[in-house]
């Protein structure tokens, strides 16, 4: 979410940033490729990988995109693979091994260029990726437990969209060989790398929703403590639509890792002609008493807040507790963009709400390449809060193309890409109550992903019960769906309140 005046809410298509991107795994890809050939059979001892120094070409090897086997530079022998991202293409090869169930591996190439990411799918287990972004030789490695039915996996590298050129070069699966030989596959037009949950997973039913006094379907909307030449608001002022209303932002105490402090911004106060701090409470318990949760949103595009640690999740759970106790609000809104660290902050997520209690909210807003799969440090801090979670509003813009849980590639801005995002995320493990649709309030609120409000309502429609979907229809219908979000409060009101007057009273009407 952006602070700056007419700056898009994220950069399009942004370089993900260490603690978001070293978990996700690869995106869309587009173009044709070279048939997979057998991984287990032919490859050296000790290493499950055909032809991974790329000595043969790219013998072995499925690649989408511009790829080829260099000669030079090369970390050893006598080729290297060079692939080059499209706008559209990380330009991803891969190959399918036999591995034994139960075992464990270690996975290992030596790579060079921009972001260059390395990782294996279909383990039965957690999916490992990790990347690096050097402009020398480096080695990456990771290492995963295959499942109990697990007999092959594929391991992938591939670049990021509309970056330079990586290299990569003995690629190397460490470990016992299956027993199996994977059956050669074409790689198809548009593939998936890998698809988010290929095959449906029953969602967990161990949790049940946290008793918070919001309604079955909820809006949120983003209110703006700053002004960015949007439509400055008090608190008083936000529409009526709203359920959840999150003041964006806090900001880090800079002496104190994993602080937190609030204070009226007084551009804000100067933008509205005055509003004082003792009107700004004030408003907080008027929309509280109109039923409506007023919750802190910590991060936005520009926030560092860092909870790396248990030390700095004590410091940020007891300056929250203290804010929250200060002004009343009803919970913490976490829209970190600029890392997430899902073991400490959890932990810390549920220090404070042990401190603030019953009632608590707990709302998210990551970006897109966060929740592409259970891998991703947010989704990881989705599931380790499920207990204590309301809802989960990924901004489904500034993103481009992704794959949805049924491996096709869909483009932002369409009813198809949110629905499909939104069954990944069912599907990798939140209630459906626990999930929302994040967009922007207006084509000026956001660099790319903007939807009309029917497209929003179409979208919930088609979750809920099946109807008035695109293209992609959910394998399942999820009628607690939660409802939508939007930034911001003020975009919208700068917009004639399109997205209020549509969007709330089509939530507000789902059974």
Same mark, same amino acid.
Request: proline fraction near 7%; charge should be neutral; include cysteine.
């Given at each position: 979410?952006?602070?700056?005046?007419?700056?898009?809410?994220?950069?399009?298509?942004?370089?993900?940033?260490?603690?978001?991107?070293?978990?996700?795994?690869?995106?869309?890809?587009?173009?044709?490729?070279?048939?997979?050939?057998?991984?287990?059979?032919?490859?050296?001892?000790?290493?499950?990988?055909?032809?991974?120094?790329?000595?043969?070409?790219?013998?072995?090897?499925?690649?989408?995109?511009?790829?080829?086997?260099?000669?030079?530079?090369?970390?050893?022998?006598?080729?290297?693979?060079?692939?080059?991202?499209?706008?559209?293409?990380?330009?991803?090869?891969?190959?399918?091994?036999?591995?034994?169930?139960?075992?464990?591996?270690?996975?290992?190439?030596?790579?060079?260029?921009?972001?260059?990411?390395?990782?294996?799918?279909?383990?039965?287990?957690?999916?490992?990726?990790?990347?690096?972004?050097?402009?020398?030789?480096?080695?990456?490695?990771?290492?995963?437990?295959?499942?109990?039915?697990?007999?092959?996996?594929?391991?992938?590298?591939?670049?990021?969209?509309?970056?330079?050129?990586?290299?990569?070069?003995?690629?190397?699966?460490?470990?016992?060989?299956?027993?199996?030989?994977?059956?050669?596959?074409?790689?198809?037009?548009?593939?998936?790398?890998?698809?988010?949950?290929?095959?449906?997973?029953?969602?967990?039913?161990?949790?049940?929703?946290?008793?918070?006094?919001?309604?079955?379907?909820?809006?949120?909307?983003?209110?703006?403590?700053?002004?960015?030449?949007?439509?400055?608001?008090?608190?008083?002022?936000?529409?009526?639509?709203?359920?959840?209303?999150?003041?964006?932002?806090?900001?880090?105490?800079?002496?104190?890792?994993?602080?937190?402090?609030?204070?009226?911004?007084?551009?804000?106060?100067?933008?509205?002609?005055?509003?004082?701090?003792?009107?700004?409470?004030?408003?907080?318990? /008027?929309?509280?008493?109109?039923?409506?949760?007023?919750?802190?949103?910590?991060?936005?595009?520009?926030? +560092?807040?860092?909870?790396?640690?248990?030390?700095?999740? /004590?410091?940020?759970?007891?300056?929250?507790?203290?804010?929250?106790?200060?002004?009343?609000?009803? =919970?913490?809104?976490?829209?970190?963009?600029?890392?997430?660290?899902?073991?400490?902050?959890?932990?810390?997520?549920?220090?404070?709400?042990?401190?603030?209690?019953?009632?608590?909210?707990?709302?998210?807003?990551?970006?897109?390449?966060?929740?592409?799969?259970?891998?991703?440090?947010?989704?990881?801090? +989705?599931?380790?809060?499920?207990?204590?979670?309301?809802?989960?509003?990924?901004?489904?813009?500034?993103?481009?193309?992704?794959?949805?849980?049924?491996?096709?590639?869909?483009?932002?801005?369409?009813?198809?890409?949110?629905?499909?995002?939104?069954?990944?995320?069912?599907?990798?493990?939140?209630?459906?109550?626990?999930?929302?649709?994040?967009?922007?309030?207006?084509?000026?609120?956001?660099? =790319?992903?903007?939807?009309?409000?029917?497209?929003?309502?179409?979208?919930?429609?088609?979750?809920?019960?099946?109807?008035?979907?695109?293209?992609?229809?959910?394998?399942?219908?999820?009628?607690?769906?939660?409802?939508?979000?939007?930034?911001?409060?003020?975009?919208?009101?700068?917009?004639?309140?399109?997205?209020?007057?549509?969007?709330?009273?089509?939530?507000?009407?789902?059974?």
């Amino acid at each position: 979410m952006a602070r700056t005046p007419n700056q898009p809410a994220h950069k399009r298509r942004r370089s993900p940033l260490p603690a978001v991107a070293a978990g996700a795994t690869a995106l869309a890809l587009a173009g044709g490729g070279l048939a997979l050939f057998a991984g287990g059979a032919g490859a050296a001892v000790g290493n499950l990988v055909s032809n991974g120094g790329f000595d043969s070409g790219l013998g072995g090897w499925s690649c989408t995109g511009a790829a080829t086997a260099v000669s030079s530079p090369v970390h050893s022998g006598t080729g290297a693979l060079q692939a080059t991202p499209g706008a559209a293409d990380t330009a991803e090869c891969s190959q399918t091994v036999s591995v034994l169930p139960g075992t464990s591996y270690t996975l290992s190439a030596w790579v060079q260029g921009p972001y260059v990411y390395l990782g294996a799918r279909g383990t039965g287990g957690t999916d490992p990726s990790t990347w690096s972004n050097q402009t020398g030789w480096n080695q990456l490695s990771t290492t995963f437990t295959t499942g109990a039915n697990a007999t092959s996996v594929t391991v992938y590298l591939h670049g990021w969209y509309g970056q330079g050129a990586y290299l990569a070069d003995d690629v190397a699966l460490a470990g016992p060989g299956g027993t199996g030989t994977p059956s050669p596959t074409a790689t198809p037009t548009r593939t998936a790398t890998p698809s988010p949950t290929a095959t449906p997973t029953p969602t967990p039913t161990g949790t049940t929703p946290p008793a918070t006094g919001l309604p079955a379907h909820v809006v949120t909307g983003y209110w703006q403590n700053f002004d960015n030449n949007s439509t400055p608001q008090r608190l008083s002022d936000v529409q009526s639509a709203y359920d959840i209303i999150a003041v964006s932002f806090a900001d880090a105490v800079p002496t104190r890792t994993g602080a937190i402090s609030f204070t009226l911004d007084p551009g804000l106060s100067k933008a509205l002609g005055g509003y004082t701090d003792a009107q700004f409470r004030a408003d907080i318990k /008027a929309k509280q008493a109109a039923g409506k949760k007023v919750v802190l949103s910590i991060g936005g595009q520009n926030g +560092a807040i860092t909870v790396g640690d248990a030390t700095a999740g /004590a410091s940020f759970a007891d300056s929250a507790y203290s804010i929250i106790k200060d002004y009343g609000f009803d =919970g913490i809104d976490v829209d970190l963009e600029n890392g997430v660290q899902a073991g400490p902050l959890g932990d810390a997520l549920h220090s404070l709400q042990a401190k603030v209690g019953p009632g608590f909210v707990l709302t998210m807003a990551p970006e897109t390449i966060g929740m592409y799969s259970t891998a991703g440090a947010y989704f990881q801090l +989705a599931l380790k809060t499920k207990d204590i979670l309301t809802v989960v509003n990924t901004q489904f813009y500034n993103s481009g193309g992704m794959n949805g849980c049924d491996g096709k590639v869909y483009n932002q801005g369409t009813i198809d890409f949110i629905t499909s995002q939104v069954c990944t995320h069912i599907q990798g493990g939140l209630r459906p109550d626990q999930v929302g649709i994040g967009v922007p309030a207006s084509a000026k609120a956001a660099g =790319g992903g903007y939807v009309p409000p029917a497209v929003v309502n179409n979208a919930l429609d088609c979750l809920a019960t099946g109807n008035n979907c695109g293209s992609f229809v959910p394998p399942a219908k999820w009628p607690t769906i939660r409802g939508a979000m939007t930034w911001s409060t003020n975009w919208d009101a700068n917009n004639g309140n399109a997205f209020s007057g549509a969007v709330g009273p089509f939530v507000h009407k789902m059974p």
